[in-house]
């Protein structure tokens, strides 16, 4: 294995509470790693470098962890900006529309889906993103659920069951035998391609109920739960993903004292969706309420084609510091480590002795520019597991 020392680093983003004299993103400055193989191998001052087979100066740039974005469904066909543009002209969001994508995704061969999801996450590794989870729930039959998540697991290992998205429209007056689908034969086509099982618990998607089903039925068929939850309205999302021991409950757009109460005394991370925010022109999460209650704050993409399709992180984060109350050094947090967390990963989300070797070098002096210079294309490189992956041409 080749061992590379990255060096002349201005500014090297950590993510580890031992360095950087407490701050929440443990910055060393003039700061060098040696990446070995996949793997994170040294972490210190450059002048205390050791050496290695090779050698890169990025010349007094700053390095960040590659960003987990946590909440994506990467795996669908078609577009909605007719759909957008609508909205933006006044209508509001019901998510009645992600029936059109159904059928779209239904019509699609497995390989204009696989490469629609390519094309997707090429855009996303170059704006940083190392680690994706991805979602079914454009399928909501037994075959094309399962092959939605055969084609997610091509690219990741964090791949979610989504069943229970919504109820397609030929279930519409038999949303009980749907629920019994979702649970039954659906589940145990879908549960050896998932790592996760997951549920649209919303006014207009499923009940307590039934999201409860759901989410127990997953569990016991040996997957771990996690939900979208009190974006449309406040209701039970919060209160069952602690109920559950759920990872994290995403989106937490309506949330009541009570709700961040019951996440601040567990362990639920809650996954901020600000690009769905955006592009449903809702109101945004109040990132700053729940931080100030202690509870562990992720920023996911939400990508998909109909409420926000969005690939990149670091717009995200501009989004979170301008609009949910967020610090830059927050914002980088929970876009690196809380996606970690949200996803139960220890072996992402930070730069120390051991870790995945997720690296991203900017183009700035700090990690303030991903917030300050919204919209710019800082990412001059990215290695995933210790290849890189990306290299920003100049002209
Ligand atoms: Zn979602």
């Known amino acids: 294995m080749t061992a590379t020392l990255v060096t002349g680093i201005g500014e090297l983003v950590t993510n580890d509470p031992k360095r950087g004299e407490g701050s929440l ?50 795996v669908f ?15 509001s969001y019901t998510g009645g529309g992600i029936a059109t994508t159904v059928a779209a995704t239904r019509a699609a061969s497995d390989e204009q889906l696989r490469q629609n999801a390519r094309r997707l996450l090429a855009e996303m590794v170059a704006s940083g993103t190392t680690t994706v989870e991805i979602k079914s729930g454009y399928g909501l039959t037994v075959d094309d659920e399962a092959r939605i998540l055969r084609i997610a697991r091509e690219f990741t290992a964090e791949t979610t069951f989504l069943g229970a998205h919504v109820v397609p429209p030929e279930y519409e007056d038999a949303r009980e035998d749907y629920v019994e689908l979702v649970t039954g034969s659906m589940l145990e086509a879908c549960a050896p391609h998932a790592r996760w099982v997951d549920v649209f618990c919303d006014a207009g998607a499923f009940d307590e109920g039934e999201a409860r089903r759901v989410l127990q039925a997953g569990m016991e068929a040996g997957l771990l739960p996690r939900l979208h939850g009190n974006q449309l309205a406040e209701g039970p999302g919060v209160r069952l993903g602690v109920e559950v021991g759920a990872a994290s409950v995403d989106h937490c757009t309506h949330l009541t004292d009570r709700d961040v109460e019951a996440l601040a005394g567990s362990d639920v991370v809650a996954t901020l969706l600000p690009g769905a925010d955006f592009s449903t022109r809702a109101p945004y999460a109040d990132a700053r309420r729940l931080i100030d209650a202690g509870v562990p704050v992720a920023l996911a993409t939400d990508c998909n084609p109909g409420s926000s399709f969005v690939t990149s992180m670091g717009w995200c984060i501009a989004l979170a510091v301008r609009e949910l109350g967020m610090t830059p050094a927050e914002a980088l947090y929970a876009a690196t480590a809380g996606g970690a967390r949200a996803l139960r990963r220890d072996d992402i989300g930070s730069i120390v002795d051991g870790a995945s070797a997720d690296l991203v070098v900017l183009d700035a002096p700090n990690h303030v520019h991903l917030a300050y210079r919204p919209g710019a294309p800082l990412v001059r490189a990215v290695w995933r597991r210790g290849s890189l992956v990306y290299r920003h041409e100049s002209v």
């Open 25 to 74: 993103l443990g910055i060393e400055r003039d700061a060098a790693v040696v990446v070995d193989g996949d793997r994170v191998a040294w972490v210190g001052a450059a002048s205390d470098a050791p050496d290695a087979d090779e050698r890169l100066d990025v010349e007094g740039r700053c390095v960040v962890p590659g960003f987990v974005d946590s909440h994506t469904h990467l």
């Open 77 to 91: 066909a078609g577009e909605r900006s007719a759909e957008f543009a609508v909205r933006m002209a006044g209508e």
